[in-house]
C-alpha cells in the first residue's frame, strides 16, 4: 500500500530553468540537484498564460487556473474602475486572489503552514505564519533601508550599466584630512574621513557615521566606523575583506520609532584611497517583519539579524564584487534554513513555502549574454555570463541541500520554479499595429510620442487587451454595440505583426473565450488574449520603430513553450519523498509536462488531506512508486470488424 508521508517542503525558486538545472547537475556544480533527482522524480513543468510570476506563483499555491484564481495579468482589472488602474502592488496579496489556497485547505484540516518570502498576505488564517513577504522583484515589503556602497569612484559593472540600480543604491563619499577627532592613534600621522549616512526609504531622519582612513598618504590600510569624532569610541575597524558584526539603530519612520540591523564590509581600500568601496546591508527590522510579529524578533534573536536577496543587484552594478555577492547570500540561505527548520518543529507544522528569487533576476541580466540566441550576445562577456549563471544555480544548490539535511523518511521535498526564461532577440511594439486601425490613441510630445490611453479603444496590460467599454470601465470610449468589431480589429492587427525579416512578432491571439483553451477566463481576463512568439520582447523605447534587437532574457511576453538550446520558458518540478520514484524523469513526449495547476493536488494527495476546494489540476500519479506509466501501447490489435470505406455522394449535410 503506498505510504503517505506526513510533512512537506516546497521550495519555490523564481525561474529555475530545467535546462540549466539538468547541464549544471550533470556537470558537477550542482551535486545537491543531482542527488535530489535519484532520490525522487523529475520534469519540466508548463507555467500558466502569461508565463508571469504573480499569475503562476498563486496558480502553484491554490492548483486553479488564472482564469479561476483572478490573477491573469501583473494584478488585477476591475470593472467599475478606469481602465487603467490594475491594483499591481497587491498582484502577490491574497486581496486580489478568488480561490482557496493550498494552506487555507490545510487549516481547514488542522493543520498548520509556514509561508517565508511567499505570496498570500495579508494573513487569511490563524494556522499560517508567514515570515517577510515576497511583494515584488527587487522590492521588499518590509526594508527600513536599502543595500548601499558608499564608493569615491564608479565602479565599473560587469555587464551593462544598471543606472537605476546606481543611482538608488550607490552614495558617493569625498575623503578629506581628519579634523576634530579625539585619541586618534599616534602612528598614523594622515588620516582621512568621510561622512556617510543610512537614509530610511521613508522618513526624513538618516543614521550618521563617521568613517576614518588610517595610515599615511600611500600606506592606507584599514578603515575604523564610527558614530562620533572619537577612535577611543569606535564601532569597528576593518581592513579589506572583512564584515563588521551587525549593529542595531532606531529610525524614526511616519512618526514611529523602529529597531534596524547594520552592517558593513570593507570591499576594497587602495594604499593611496583612490579606491575606496564600503557596502552596507540591507536594514530590515528587529522584528515586525512576520505574522504572528513576534516571530520574526523570536528569530532575529536565535539567528541573527535577516536580510533578503538586494546585494544580487548591487553586484550587477558593479557596486559590490563576486566575493560579497556570494557571502551575503550565503548568510541569508544559512538563516532560511535554521529559521525553516526551526518554525516546522516549533509549531509542529505540515507545510512549508519558500520563495527565492536570485535566480530570476540572475537570468533576466545575463541570460542574453551566455546564450548565442540572445539578440545582443557577446562573446566576449559570455564566459563571465556562464560563470555568474553557475555560481548563482550552485547557491541555489546549497539551499536545497540545506534542506535535504531536514528530510527524514516521513517528510517530501519539492522544488518548483513558477517559469524560466528565455533570451530576448528582438523588441517588437504591437502598438504602431493597434494605433493605425485607430485602437490607440496617440499624443505627439517633443521627443517621440506617448499613448493617452484614456481615450484608446483599448488597453493594453502585458499579453491582455482590454476594450475600454462604458458600460464596464469608469470613463471608457467604447459603446457595447462596438465590442466585436474592437475585437476583430485588434487580433487583425496582432495576427499581422512581423518584422522587417518577415517573421511574425506575435504567436497567438485570442478571443477571451476562445482563451479557455489556455486556462483564461472571466471578466477580469483580457477580451483578447495574446503571446508573442519565442526570442520577442515588448517594444518599450518607441511607437513607430520597427524591431529592435533586444537583449537580456524574459518570461511574461513570449509563450511559455519558448526555448533554445540552453535556455527554457518551462518551470521545473523535482520531487523527492516516501513512495516517489527514484530516478524517474517524466516521458514530456508521451505524457506531457506537469502542469503547475497539478501540484496543488499532488501534494495534498501525499499529505492525505483534501486539496484546495478551486484545484483544476490533477494527481501526478506516473511519479509514484508502483504506477508504471513509461510503456505506452505498443500492439496493434486487427478489427475482427471490417472497416468499409466509402465515398459520400451529395450534400454532406444529407448523410447526417
Same mark, same amino acid.
Given at each position: 500500500?503506498?505510504? +503517505?508521508?506526513?510533512?512537506?517542503?516546497?521550495?519555490?525558486?523564481?525561474?529555475?530553468?530545467?535546462?540549466?538545472?539538468?547541464?549544471?547537475?550533470?556537470?558537477?556544480?550542482?551535486?545537491?540537484?543531482?542527488?535530489?533527482?535519484?532520490?525522487? &522524480?523529475?520534469?519540466?513543468?508548463?507555467?500558466?498564460?502569461?508565463?508571469?510570476?504573480?499569475?503562476?506563483?498563486?496558480?502553484?499555491?491554490?492548483?486553479?487556473?488564472?482564469?479561476?484564481? &483572478?490573477?491573469?495579468?501583473?494584478?488585477?482589472?476591475?470593472?467599475?474602475?478606469?481602465?487603467?488602474?490594475?491594483?499591481?502592488?497587491?498582484? #502577490?496579496?491574497?486581496?486580489?486572489?478568488?480561490?482557496?489556497?493550498?494552506?487555507?485547505?490545510?487549516?481547514?484540516? @488542522?493543520?498548520?503552514?509556514? *509561508?517565508?518570502?511567499?505570496?498570500?498576505?495579508?494573513?487569511? $488564517?490563524?494556522?499560517?505564519?508567514?515570515?517577510?513577504?515576497?511583494?515584488?522583484?527587487?522590492? /521588499?515589503?518590509?526594508?527600513?533601508?536599502?543595500?548601499?556602497?558608499?564608493? %569615491?569612484?564608479?565602479?565599473?559593472?560587469?555587464?551593462?550599466?544598471?543606472?537605476?540600480?546606481?543611482?538608488?543604491?550607490?552614495?558617493?563619499?569625498?575623503?578629506?584630512?581628519?579634523?576634530?577627532?579625539?585619541?586618534?592613534?599616534?602612528?598614523?600621522?594622515?588620516? +582621512?574621513?568621510?561622512?556617510?549616512?543610512?537614509?530610511?526609504?521613508?522618513?526624513?531622519?538618516?543614521?550618521?557615521?563617521?568613517?576614518?582612513?588610517?595610515?599615511?598618504?600611500?600606506?592606507?590600510?584599514?578603515?575604523?566606523?564610527?558614530?562620533?569624532?572619537?577612535?577611543?569610541?569606535?564601532?569597528?575597524?576593518?581592513?579589506?575583506?572583512?564584515?563588521?558584526?551587525?549593529?542595531?539603530?532606531?529610525?524614526?519612520?511616519?512618526?514611529?520609532?523602529?529597531?534596524?540591523?547594520?552592517?558593513?564590509?570593507?570591499?576594497?581600500?587602495?594604499?593611496?584611497?583612490?579606491?575606496? =568601496?564600503?557596502?552596507?546591508?540591507?536594514? /530590515?527590522? !528587529?522584528?515586525?517583519?512576520?505574522?504572528?510579529?513576534?516571530?520574526?524578533?523570536?528569530?532575529?534573536?536565535?539567528?541573527?539579524? /535577516?536580510?533578503?536577496?538586494?546585494?544580487?543587484?548591487?553586484?550587477?552594478?558593479?557596486?559590490?564584487?563576486?566575493?560579497?555577492?556570494?557571502?551575503?547570500?550565503?548568510?541569508?540561505?544559512?538563516?532560511?534554513?535554521?529559521?525553516?527548520?526551526?518554525?516546522?518543529?516549533?509549531?509542529?507544522?505540515?507545510?512549508?513555502? *519558500?520563495?527565492?528569487?536570485?535566480?530570476?533576476? *540572475?537570468?533576466?541580466?545575463?541570460?542574453?549574454?551566455?546564450?548565442?540566441?540572445?539578440?545582443?550576445?557577446?562573446?566576449?562577456?559570455?564566459?563571465?555570463?556562464?560563470?555568474?549563471?553557475?555560481?548563482?544555480?550552485?547557491?541555489?544548490?546549497?539551499?536545497?541541500?540545506?534542506? #535535504?539535511?531536514?528530510?527524514? %523518511?516521513?517528510?517530501?521535498?519539492?522544488?518548483?520554479?513558477?517559469?524560466?526564461?528565455?533570451? %530576448?532577440?528582438?523588441?517588437?511594439?504591437?502598438?504602431?499595429?493597434?494605433?493605425?486601425? @485607430?485602437?490607440?490613441?496617440?499624443?505627439?510630445?517633443?521627443?517621440?510620442?506617448?499613448?493617452?490611453?484614456?481615450?484608446?479603444?483599448?488597453?493594453?496590460?502585458?499579453?491582455?487587451?482590454?476594450? %475600454?467599454?462604458?458600460?464596464?470601465?469608469?470613463?471608457?470610449?467604447?459603446?457595447?454595440?462596438?465590442?466585436?468589431?474592437? =475585437?476583430?480589429?485588434?487580433?487583425?492587427?496582432?495576427?499581422?505583426?512581423?518584422?522587417?525579416?518577415?517573421?511574425?512578432?506575435?504567436?497567438?491571439?485570442?478571443?477571451?473565450?476562445?482563451?479557455?483553451?489556455?486556462?483564461?477566463?472571466?471578466?477580469?481576463?483580457?477580451?483578447?488574449?495574446?503571446?508573442?512568439?519565442?526570442?520577442?520582447?515588448?517594444?518599450?523605447?518607441?511607437?513607430?520603430?520597427?524591431?529592435?534587437?533586444?537583449?537580456?532574457?524574459?518570461?511574461?511576453?513570449?509563450?511559455?513553450?519558448?526555448?533554445?538550446? /540552453?535556455? $527554457?520558458?518551462?518551470?521545473?518540478?523535482?520531487?523527492?519523498?516516501?513512495?516517489?520514484?527514484? @530516478?524517474?524523469?517524466?516521458?514530456?513526449?508521451?505524457?506531457?509536462?506537469?502542469?503547475?495547476?497539478?501540484?496543488?493536488? !499532488?501534494?495534498?494527495?501525499?499529505?492525505?488531506? *483534501?486539496?484546495?476546494?478551486?484545484?483544476?489540476?490533477?494527481?501526478?500519479?506516473?511519479?509514484?512508486?508502483?504506477?508504471?506509466?513509461?510503456?505506452?501501447?505498443?500492439?496493434?490489435?486487427?478489427?475482427?470488424?471490417?472497416?468499409?470505406?466509402?465515398?459520400?455522394?451529395?450534400?454532406?449535410?444529407?448523410?447526417?
Amino acid at each position: 500500500m503506498f505510504k +503517505l508521508g506526513k510533512k512537506i517542503y516546497v521550495i519555490g525558486l523564481d525561474a529555475a530553468s530545467p535546462k540549466l538545472v539538468k547541464m549544471f547537475a550533470k556537470k558537477g556544480s550542482c551535486q545537491n540537484f543531482r542527488k535530489l533527482m535519484k532520490m525522487g &522524480g523529475f520534469s519540466k513543468a508548463l507555467p500558466a498564460v502569461p508565463a508571469q510570476t504573480p499569475e503562476n506563483w498563486t496558480t502553484i499555491a491554490t492548483g486553479a487556473w488564472p482564469g479561476t484564481h &483572478g490573477i491573469a495579468v501583473w494584478g488585477r482589472h476591475d470593472p467599475g474602475e478606469t481602465i487603467t488602474e490594475k491594483h499591481g502592488d497587491e498582484a #502577490m496579496s491574497s486581496n486580489l486572489c478568488k480561490a482557496e489556497y493550498f494552506w487555507e485547505a490545510a487549516a481547514r484540516q @488542522g493543520r498548520k503552514t509556514v *509561508l517565508f518570502n511567499f505570496i498570500g498576505y495579508p494573513p487569511t $488564517s490563524k494556522k499560517v505564519i508567514h515570515v517577510d513577504w515576497f511583494f515584488m522583484p527587487g522590492a /521588499y515589503y518590509f526594508e527600513i533601508a536599502r543595500a548601499v556602497s558608499y564608493a %569615491n569612484f564608479m565602479p565599473e559593472p560587469p555587464f551593462d550599466p544598471s543606472p537605476g540600480v546606481v543611482k538608488k543604491s550607490m552614495s558617493h563619499v569625498e575623503f578629506e584630512r581628519a579634523k576634530g577627532w579625539r585619541n586618534l592613534p599616534k602612528g598614523d600621522p594622515e588620516p +582621512l574621513e568621510a561622512r556617510i549616512e543610512v537614509a530610511p526609504n521613508t522618513g526624513d531622519e538618516s543614521i550618521t557615521y563617521y568613517v576614518l582612513l588610517l595610515g599615511r598618504s600611500g600606506k592606507y590600510r584599514t578603515c575604523a566606523i564610527s558614530r562620533i569624532k572619537d577612535y577611543s569610541k569606535i564601532l569597528i575597524e576593518l581592513k579589506p575583506g572583512q564584515w563588521s558584526p551587525w549593529f542595531k539603530e532606531v529610525f524614526t519612520i511616519d512618526d514611529q520609532r523602529r529597531e534596524g540591523t547594520i552592517r558593513f564590509k570593507l570591499v576594497e581600500l587602495s594604499p593611496d584611497a583612490a579606491r575606496f =568601496r564600503l557596502y552596507r546591508s540591507q536594514v /530590515y527590522p !528587529t522584528s515586525g517583519f512576520s505574522h504572528p510579529p513576534e516571530v520574526s524578533g523570536e528569530l532575529v534573536q536565535k539567528f541573527g539579524p /535577516y536580510v533578503n536577496e538586494a546585494v544580487t543587484y548591487l553586484y550587477f552594478a558593479g557596486l559590490v564584487d563576486e566575493r560579497t555577492w556570494i557571502e551575503e547570500l550565503e548568510y541569508q540561505i544559512n538563516w532560511i534554513i535554521n529559521a525553516a527548520g526551526y518554525l516546522m518543529n516549533k509549531y509542529n507544522a505540515t507545510v512549508f513555502f *519558500l520563495h527565492w528569487h536570485l535566480l530570476d533576476a *540572475l537570468q533576466h541580466k545575463v541570460l542574453g549574454y551566455a546564450d548565442p540566441s540572445g539578440g545582443k550576445y557577446d562573446p566576449s562577456l559570455a564566459k563571465r555570463a556562464w560563470r555568474t549563471l553557475e555560481l548563482g544555480y550552485k547557491l541555489a544548490d546549497e539551499l536545497i541541500g540545506g534542506f #535535504m539535511k531536514l528530510l527524514d %523518511n516521513e517528510t517530501y521535498l519539492v522544488v518548483v520554479s513558477d517559469h524560466g526564461n528565455a533570451p %530576448n532577440r528582438k523588441k517588437f511594439s504591437i502598438l504602431r499595429a493597434l494605433a493605425e486601425r @485607430g485602437l490607440v490613441h496617440i499624443v505627439k510630445k517633443e521627443r517621440g510620442f506617448q499613448v493617452d490611453w484614456t481615450k484608446s479603444k483599448v488597453f493594453v496590460d502585458l499579453t491582455n487587451v482590454y476594450v %475600454n467599454l462604458r458600460s464596464r470601465y469608469k470613463g471608457g470610449v467604447v459603446d457595447d454595440s462596438e465590442y466585436e468589431e474592437v =475585437r476583430k480589429q485588434v487580433i487583425d492587427a496582432l495576427r499581422s505583426c512581423k518584422d522587417e525579416e518577415g517573421e511574425y512578432a506575435v504567436a497567438f491571439a485570442l478571443k477571451r473565450e476562445d482563451a479557455a483553451m489556455i486556462g483564461l477566463w472571466g471578466e477580469h481576463v483580457g477580451d483578447v488574449v495574446f503571446a508573442y512568439s519565442p526570442g520577442f520582447t515588448w517594444g518599450v523605447d518607441g511607437i513607430w520603430e520597427g524591431s529592435q534587437k533586444a537583449g537580456g532574457a524574459n518570461h511574461g511576453p513570449q509563450i511559455p513553450t519558448a526555448e533554445t538550446h /540552453y535556455s $527554457s520558458n518551462y518551470a521545473i518540478f523535482i520531487i523527492a519523498g516516501p513512495g516517489i520514484k527514484k @530516478g524517474y524523469e517524466r516521458n514530456v513526449d508521451f505524457l506531457g509536462p506537469v502542469l503547475l495547476v497539478d501540484i496543488a493536488p !499532488t501534494m495534498a494527495y501525499l499529505l492525505g488531506i *483534501l486539496p484546495p476546494r478551486h484545484t483544476q489540476g490533477r494527481i501526478l500519479y506516473d511519479f509514484l512508486e508502483g504506477w508504471d506509466a513509461s510503456e505506452m501501447k505498443r500492439r496493434r490489435v486487427p478489427l475482427k470488424i471490417p472497416i468499409v470505406r466509402r465515398k459520400l455522394k451529395g450534400d454532406v449535410t444529407d448523410q447526417m
